[in-house]
């Protein structure tokens, strides 16, 4: 796979698809979702491409472990620690993922519950 090119969310680490950035570092990146589904509504997401979560399995402790912090102090920045917050992945076509590079979603602003 040509990720520059078939990947929207590498198109978007890589700078040439615009997205509203709220933090990144080295290795993460987070943007604001384009069709917020709640008035808080980011996708936290490593740089590097990977496929899904079934594909976490070959990363590093510490890379998993550096990805979860991130989004906690995404989180923090958002200002949605206190009340809270929800962080969701999407899993194959199934279970609903649309875009095939792993992310998250941090939900906040709203009652969430189900």
Not at 5 to 20: S, W
């Amino acid at each position: 796979m040509d990720r520059e090119t078939d990947c929207l969310f590498c198109r978007i680490v890589a700078g040439t698809v615009p997205a509203e950035k709220v933090m990144e570092n080295e290795a993460f990146l987070a943007i604001k979702d384009a069709f917020p589904k709640a008035p808080v509504h980011v996708l936290a997401m490593p740089k590097k491409h990977i496929h899904s979560l079934n594909e976490i399995g070959s990363e590093s402790d510490d890379f998993c472990r550096d990805m979860l912090e991130f989004i906690v102090v995404v989180a923090e920045k958002l200002g949605v620690i206190d009340p809270g917050y929800r962080v969701i992945t999407n899993v194959g076509k199934g279970g609903g993922q649309e875009v095939f590079h792993l992310h998250w979603h941090v939900i906040a602003g709203k009652s969430l519950g189900f």
